[in-house]
């Protein structure tokens, strides 16, 4: 048997290592080299550089030879990409043997050609890619800072603005690229907040005011603080929050040169250290105070009492700091006037109903997945939060149960079509619990332990009292941390219940909230802020007041231009008969809407 080769050019160099012990060779004679001896056969070459147009080597057999007959040439090399295409050797008998796989050294100017099973390390980059984009999808609750940064507490580094200045502390002062770029965003649906500061920046109503602020540190609270500067209002601000702050957002404001004391994920210490820091200042006194939850009153209650000779008002914008703020005037403590403006018209009415009625599915659907049709949930509490959570899981499918200690919201509740219970009797068989009381254990212990595996626990209301979360760190129960600011609590039988945002505010800790209608919010706060720096001495004494109704009725008409709507003007004679001033107010303050 005769085998002629001829060999191709490759578009790669193949080396292989052939032990002889693994190959009868052909001619006993054969040198290392591959010269040919006598008129034996010779192997296919090791390396082939022979030039040719052929893409394969070529193996031609003798017809006339009386072994097994040869495989075609497509049998010679392995198509099979698993095996990495390892060639085959004639023996001295004609029978075909493998040989051993190739290493291939593939040039840079190489045509790459992609298998058409990725490899593990393949799926576990587009795995990572994936996880990484869904990340970044987040808008304003997206995170742009690195994996080192993390590492050290904001509290160890020492950050300078553009400017110089040092007086913040917040994650990453290199991320005020990308906050301001959501700041601009936000500012495109808060036009009532940028129309107030086109029309009062001349005047500048705020002019000598010191605000000391302790809110959500948002894109959408960026435009009220850049809006209350623009009125002449020198800011200090802290979070009321420590899941809620936007880091990029809060950098932003630090190059603008706001004093900022807050990031996302702050430990109780931090917290109260960040207040600390935006009021205890050498040499600056603050004049108001914009509070949410009642924190940062407490913390200059508590540590700074003497501060309130010059404080002119409180404007507090949640039912928890509202309430803190009436305990303090039933008890004869509160010396300065408050503006309770989470129950002006426009906060309950468009950012309690509205707000939460859209924020609820986002933050539900961000953490966990879950499919909302037919799932059995249960809200406590049916005021305007309540009201808003409920609408939109039953336009989901969801099928829904209320509590309520509020005969009238009770009713109300009833009439929307909604099944009225006592949180014990459906605990077991519900698959979402949500909280939205502004009360405090409303989800003790015994409610956690008889809840159904794989219960979704959260709260809508601003303090994290509401659920009981203290009960759960005990040692028989394991934490496990599957995403960010969702946790799973094993029981020892394997029960796990699974907790948002550790029972903090779902929809600031885990997602976003509509910037339309915290822009009527932001108004009324800045409205609010006017009224009681500008108020003559005596106008208001040290108790709580609502918003007056011409201030809620102002706010509503610097939104409806978005809508291109049109108001209907009131005739002499309308005017007249109805008892009413023709631009307003239009409405006695004991209206309910």
């Known amino acids: 048997m005769s085998v002629q080769v001829v060999a191709a050019k490759m578009a790669e160099v193949e080396l292989k290592d052939v032990p002889s012990k693994d ?32 893409a394969e080597p070529t193996v031609r057999a003798d017809p006339s030879t009386n072994a097994t007959k040869m495989p075609q040439a497509s049998a010679m090399k392995r198509t099979d990409q698993q095996q990495n295409g390892g060639e085959a050797f004639v023996n001295q008998d004609g029978t075909v043997a493998e040989a051993p796989r190739m290493k291939k050294i593939q040039f840079a100017d190489q045509k790459q050609e992609f298998s058409k099973r990725p490899s593990k390390i393949g799926r576990r980059s587009l795995s990572r890619s994936i996880s990484q984009s869904s990340t970044d999808s987040y808008s304003s609750a997206a995170s742009y800072t690195d994996s080192s940064d993390d590492e050290t507490s904001p509290r160890e580094k020492q950050q300078k603005n553009s400017k110089g200045s040092a007086d913040f502390c917040i994650k990453n002062i290199k991320q005020a690229e990308f906050g301001r770029r959501e700041i601009e965003i936000a500012e495109q649906e808060m036009p ?54 936007q880091n990029e957002v809060a950098a932003a404001l630090a190059e603008g040169g706001f004093s900022v004391f807050a990031w996302k994920g702050e430990s109780e210490d931090d917290f109260w250290w960040c207040i600390d820091r935006c009021v205890n200042l050498e040499g600056w006194q603050p004049n108001m105070i914009l509070d949410d939850g009642g924190d940062l009153t407490h913390w200059i209650y508590k540590k700074y009492p003497n501060m309130f000779k010059k404080i002119k008002g409180i404007v507090e914008e949640s039912v928890t700091g509202v309430h803190r703020l009436y305990q303090l005037s039933k008890a004869g403590k509160l010396c300065v006037p408050a503006m309770n403006v989470n129950d002006s018209v426009t906060k309950q009415k468009f950012d309690n109903l509205y707000c939460c009625r859209e924020s609820i599915l986002d933050g539900l659907k961000r953490t966990t997945d879950v499919m909302f049709g ?116 094993i029981w020892p039988d394997g029960k796990r219940i699974v907790l948002l945002a550790e029972g903090r505010l779902l929809n600031l800790s885990c997602s976003t909230v509509p910037t339309f209608v ?4 932001a108004t009324t706060q800045a409205l609010a802020l006017i009224e009681l720096y500008n108020a003559p001495e005596g106008r208001y004494k040290q108790d709580v007041y609502l918003l007056p109704k011409k201030m809620d009725e102002y706010v509503a008409s610097l939104h409806l231009p978005t809508f291109d709507a049109h108001l209907t003007e009131l005739t002499d004679e309308q005017a007249k008969y109805l008892g009413l001033n023709k631009n307003g107010p239009f409405k006695p303050n004991y209206y309910r809407y």
Request: hydrophobic share 40%; with cysteine; aromatic share 4%.
């Open 23 to 54: 190959l009868s060779p052909i001619s006993p004679n054969a040198s290392k080299t591959g010269e040919k001896e006598g008129a034996k056969a010779e192997p296919v070459a090791a390396v082939s550089s022979t030039a040719s147009p052929s």
């Open 192 to 245: 009532a907040l940028m129309a107030l500061r086109k029309r009062a920046q001349g005047e500048k109503p705020l002019a000598g005011a010191k605000i000391v602020g302790c809110t959500h540190i948002t894109a959408q609270t960026a435009v009220l603080m850049e809006t209350l500067a623009a009125l002449g209002a020198q800011c200090r601000w802290a979070a009321c929050n420590i899941y809620s702050t």
């Open 374 to 489: 037919g799932k059995q949930v249960v809200v406590c509490g049916y005021g305007e939060v309540g009201k808003g959570c409920c609408a939109a899981l039953k336009a989901m499918g969801s099928i829904v149960y209320v509590t309520e200690i509020d005969p009238i919201c009770a009713l109300q509740a009833c009439m929307d079509g909604f099944r009225l219970v006592k949180l014990s009797e459906v605990i077991r068989q519900v698959d979402i619990v949500i909280t939205c009381t502004g009360n405090k254990n409303v989800v003790v212990r015994d409610y956690l332990d008889r809840m159904k595996n794989g219960c979704i626990v959260c709260n809508m209301g601003h303090s994290n009292t509401e659920i009981d979360v203290a009960s759960l760190r005990t040692p028989e129960l394991t934490w496990e941390r599957v995403r960010s600011q969702v946790d799973h609590v």
């Open 518 to 521: 915290l822009s009527i919010t």
